[in-house]
């Protein structure tokens, strides 16, 4: 077998996406992982995800591991740190993905089951703003910002 994706993303009407959270985007984001393949809002393993109500709603891409790759990579050509500029298309997707952060919280961006970053507040208000590398090897974050 080839593989494939499915994708419910988030869009003008529904912004947060549409699926929720707790009893639709996470169980099957935890039966696609264990059967090999991944499972993303667009940016963050679903599993990687802390719920901030019971009904939160999410975006949802899930697959096998090549095919949402690939998906990933165009959320990151649109709206990484290096992209984002002053286009509010792109900051809007941004600050979405951030949303669904809290600060502290640990990150998996290369997508291999092992937190190797983690969600920042720079500004102390609470929300997260920036997501920074860890270098695990000093036990010390190396200040490389991934968003």
Not at 10 to 26: Q, S
Not at 32 to 56: C, F, N, W
Request: charged share 25%; with cysteine.
């Amino acid at each position: 077998l080839y593989g494939g994706i499915f994708g419910y993303p988030a869009d003008a009407k529904n912004v947060n996406g549409k699926l929720r959270l707790l009893y639709e985007a996470a169980p099957m984001a935890y039966l696609v992982e264990q059967a090999g393949g991944l499972a993303l809002t667009g940016k963050t393993r679903i599993m990687d995800l802390l719920p901030q109500s019971v009904h939160q709603r999410v975006p949802v891409i899930l697959g096998s591991p090549a095919d949402v790759r690939e998906c990933r990579r165009y959320y990151e050509a649109f709206s990484s740190s290096a992209t984002v500029g002053d286009d509010p298309a792109k900051q809007a997707i941004r600050e979405r993905c951030f949303t669904r952060l809290k600060p502290g919280q640990l990150l998996d961006t290369t997508m291999d089951r092992t937190p190797d970053s983690i969600a920042v507040d720079t500004t102390g208000d609470g929300k997260v703003d920036k997501v920074v590398k860890i270098d695990w090897q000093g036990g010390q974050i190396d200040g490389q910002s991934e968003n």
